[in-house]
């Protein structure tokens, strides 16, 4: 499966973005997916994951109540979709297929000040 993530750019603290993730070759739904995100000299990091039916989620401490990650599998696409972002939002994300190990390209969201 290829991944492509798309969506990302400059954003004013508090403000939206939501990311997309669109699969080609294979099926999106064969796939438990997640979001990570990699900072400026820091580690990559991960942000959220949801089940193949999207029947469960999970989020990182830092992102809970703020990013909702949803998926459409009929359009072989993942969502990520950030609310009331903050300057230590501003990273690449990346999505990936966890079972798999498959990365997509990355998209960057910086959040200013």
């Known amino acids: 499966v290829q991944l492509q993530a798309s969506g990302g750019g400059l954003v004013q603290a508090g403000g939206s973005v939501r990311l997309s993730c669109t699969a080609s070759g294979n099926s999106l739904r064969n796939y438990i997916m997640g979001w990570f995100r990699q900072a400026p000299g820091r580690e990559r990091e991960s942000v959220a994951a949801?089940?193949?039916?999207?029947?469960?989620?999970e989020y990182r401490d830092s992102v809970k109540g703020r990013f909702t990650i949803s998926r459409d599998n009929a359009k072989n696409t993942l969502y990520l979709q950030m609310n009331s972002l903050k300057p230590e939002d501003t990273a690449v994300y990346y999505c990936?297929?966890?079972?798999?190990?498959?990365w997509g390209q990355g998209t960057l969201v910086t959040v200013s000040s």
């Open positions: 949801i089940w193949r039916t999207g029947s469960s989620t």
């Open positions: 990936k297929s966890l079972t798999n190990n498959y």
